[in-house]
């Protein structure tokens, strides 16, 4: 018997897991779309760190929600400015330093404003 209810709590402690698992994917999901709509301009680093990791996870994103071509360059033009002014770069990467991301998206958090910059140029361009 008790093994049986030890199987049951994990059973759902699983279904749990996998169900939070997957609202994390759509709140990141749901901020691309947020920051592009609202905010593009604005180049928060959170933001900008959360949708990088975002499409790590899901390269095919940007196909998949049919973002409106002026909100994308808008966020392609927010990033450029950032990543092209040293203040601005080096309160982003501060910023980063300050969040402490795990270690398995530091490279990501490092290199966002390149990696972001460069997949958002590249989906306008296949347009």
Known sequence: MIQFFTILILINFKIQKNLLVAALRLLKEQKLL?????????GNTRDLFDIAVAFH???NILSLMNLPTE?????RVTLYDIK??????????????????HQDY?????????????LILNHLLKR
């Open 71 to 75: 909100k994308l360059e808008v966020l």
């Open 34 to 42: 947020e920051f592009s709509a609202f905010g593009g301009g604005k």
């Open 84 to 101: 092209n002014d040293v203040t601005l770069s080096q309160n982003y990467l501060h910023e980063i330093k300050l969040m402490q991301p």
């Open 57 to 59: 996870k899901k390269p």
């Open 106 to 118: 530091m490279n990501i958090a490092l290199n966002t404003l390149d990696y972001l910059y460069q």
